[in-house]
């Protein structure tokens, strides 16, 4: 277990050191409508942990042009990790990070003096699920017992929300089941197809394309199993946040309105919107799974960061063992820029 936390904190802590010289992020191809080269505009690097029907808000507000209704061209960036998502942020490659806010209280320990503030949450539900062989509609948490399965990186919070949910049910992540970690994101479920595992904990459209092809079907959410949790957030740097308040402010009020979007429409008429944002994914299958995210209630109704919802955070960090000491949720989240947009 030790080795395990040592590691996770060493790649972190490598991971946040190399940003300076080598860039961690990939483009995604998936840009704001609306022209960079206005001078009407600001232009902000946005770099998200994945690209994922789970974020539908965000790709709503890129969309419908609320960001530039807000003042802002956003170049979309994935980095395929919280790590080296908040390695972008650091080293200066990304305004904005999107991503799970354990990395924020990774950085913060690791003593970083500009640091990642939270200023808005999206998500306040797990986005993945767990994938069997065979379908099972009396699943039970109890079967994973003695059996192997494709997790997620030690330390993120796609495994630790698994490892929170087998330990409520009386399950123990180290010895009870065998859980695979050497695969990289966004890779388990290519794997899980000729891999000798039982299962596979996958975010969308990775978890309906294996049932699509037959190799895999969902019989957990980890999202309702696991209840309400703070599962991906904003974070800017201290000094950012300090120089640029106006930035912050018209991004979260953009984020704002894509909420109520996907709070006021159908599933069909949001996968409509944010098609372009998916164009290897077919509308049917964007509805459905839209409408899935939908029935576990997974986006809030406001980009408010509570601090029960920090604590909760802490809660399961501690639980893996990832949490060296309690962080203070007044340096590490403001709700100033949430509480405007919500009131607009």
């Not at 990774?106 to 998500?123: H, I, K, R, S």
Request: with cysteine; proline share 3%; charged share 20%.
């Amino acid at each position: 277990m030790n080795q395990i936390k040592n590691k996770t904190r060493r790649g972190i802590c490598l991971a946040l050191g190399a940003a300076l010289f080598l860039s961690s992020a990939v483009l995604a191809g998936c840009q704001s409508k609306g022209d960079a080269g206005s001078k009407h505009l600001k232009e902000i690097t946005l770099n998200e942990v994945a690209h994922s029907i789970f974020y539908a808000p965000q790709y709503a507000a890129l969309e419908l042009g609320y960001f530039e209704e807000e003042g802002l061209h956003v170049n979309l960036v994935t980095g395929f990790g919280a790590d080296k998502t908040m390695s972008a942020l650091v080293s200066g490659e990304a305004d904005i990070g999107f991503m799970g806010s354990e990395a924020s209280i990774y950085t913060y320990q690791n003593g970083a003096a500009d640091y990642a503030v939270n200023f808005a949450q999206l998500t306040q539900r797990a986005g993945n699920f767990l994938v069997a062989r065979e379908p099972d509609p009396d699943f039970s948490w109890n079967k994973l017992v003695g059996k192997k399965v494709l997790g997620g990186r030690a330390g993120g919070m796609p495994e630790m929300v698994f490892e929170y949910i087998l330990n409520t049910n009386g399950i123990n992540p180290r010895s009870d089941l065998t859980i695979d970690q050497s695969i990289d994101f966004g890779l388990t479920a290519a794997a899980f197809t000729n891999s000798d595992a039982d299962y596979t904990v996958e975010f969308e459209p990775h978890a309906t394309s294996l049932e699509k092809e037959g190799n895999g079907y969902v019989v957990a959410s980890l999202g309702v199993d696991s209840g309400y949790v703070p599962y991906t957030a904003y974070s800017a740097k201290k000094s950012y946040l300090e120089k640029h308040p106006e930035v912050i402010q018209s991004f979260t009020n953009a984020i704002q309105k894509g909420l109520e979007y996907v709070g006021s429409h159908s599933a069909e008429e949001i996968a409509k919107t944010i098609q372009p944002q998916f164009k290897e994914t077919d509308i049917d299958t964007i509805a459905t799974i839209v409408k899935r995210y939908q029935e576990q209630d997974t986006w809030k109704q406001d980009t408010i960061f509570t601090e029960d919802s920090f604590t909760l955070l802490q809660n399961i960090l501690e639980e893996s063992g990832e949490l060296a000491e309690r962080v203070p949720y007044a340096d590490l989240v403001t709700t100033a820029y949430s509480e405007k947009a919500a009131q607009k």
